[in-house]
């Protein structure tokens, strides 16, 4: 083996390390194996000679290897794709898609044929679940960079209370298992009105954790059921789940008994 320069390259512990393969006569092979242990900034060049003829085997470099994220809701289908794109590449290269398991991929992918103009090459993934209910990784190769596409799972749960009428009652929506914080957050009514802090409703949130937002609506004097939506933006993706306020059926003011029972017994005393 000889470097680009053409130097011999001595077995080297400390930055090359040579594996010469013993000769298998069935099938007419013997293999002798390069390790390098350096850093590479551009494509390099070794030189294989066998019995003084040169052969050349190139180190090839990627300028950056970049996979997207994908956020979904909980409980709904997944219908995505991944996209995984490396640049800073000087010819075409194999891009491969595994799981997180390390198992390859092989159905669902449409290849992006290399740019000479920009030096860059993509891969896209596509991918369809039944439901979704944690973080899913797929893990894009190209050559031994390894670049992590994410489908980022959120999970929207909202309340389902009961209150007595009259009496001040709440809704609340939490947004748990987010990497990425809401860009805006809203609730609507069940004719889809914006709902806004006013006299009656007082709109808030409070972080719960670094992965976990609580939306609240307080709301004074309950006179009816309620099933308001929140709703949320994330990575410019719309998310929503509807909290629910009920008036407890067994509340004192809906008990018309009461007030005819209290004027009886105030007749047959007076």
Same mark, same amino acid.
């Not at 470097?3 to 293999?31: A, P, R």
């Not at 670049?147 to 799972?153: E, N, R």
């Given at each position: ?39 590479? @900034?551009? =494509?390099?060049?070794?030189? %294989? ?6 052969? /050349? #085997? +190139?180190?090839?470099? $990627? ?69 979704? @209910?944690? =973080?899913?990784?797929?893990? %894009? ?6 670049? /992590? #596409? +994410?489908?980022?799972? $959120? ?76 709703? %949320? ?38």
């Amino acid at each position: 083996w000889k470097d680009s320069e053409g130097t011999l390259i001595s077995n080297q512990t400390n930055k090359y390390t040579i594996n010469q393969g013993s000769y298998t006569s069935t099938s007419k092979t013997q293999v002798s194996t390069l390790t390098v242990v350096q850093s590479f @900034t551009s =494509d390099t060049n070794f030189i %294989c000679e066998v019995s003084n003829d040169p052969f /050349t #085997a +190139t180190v090839r470099t $990627i300028g950056s290897l970049m996979a997207t994220t994908v956020t979904v809701q909980s409980g709904t289908g997944i219908d995505v794709k991944l996209s995984c794109t490396a640049v800073g590449l000087a010819a075409p290269t194999s891009i491969n898609w595994r799981r997180s398991t390390g198992a390859l991929v092989s159905s669902g992918i449409t290849s992006v044929p290399y740019n000479n103009t920009t030096k860059s090459q993509g891969s896209v993934l596509a991918i369809s679940e039944t439901t979704a @209910t944690n =973080d899913i990784d797929y893990l %894009c190769q190209a050559g031994s960079a390894v670049a /992590t #596409a +994410t489908i980022d799972v $959120i999970v929207l749960t909202g309340s389902d209370l009961m209150f007595n009428k009259s009496s001040n009652g709440s809704l609340h929506c939490n947004i748990s298992s987010i990497s990425t914080a809401p860009s805006s957050k809203s609730w609507s009514d069940e004719g889809g009105r914006a709902i806004t802090t006013n006299r009656t409703v007082q709109l808030g949130e409070k972080v719960l954790d670094s992965t976990a937002i609580m939306m609240y609506a307080n709301v004074t004097d309950v006179q009816n059921d309620m099933n308001w939506t929140c709703k %949320c933006v994330i990575s410019g993706k719309e998310f929503s789940t509807v909290a629910k306020l009920q008036i407890n059926a067994a509340s004192p003011s809906t008990w018309p008994g009461v007030s005819v029972l209290i004027l009886l017994t105030v007749a047959i005393f007076t």
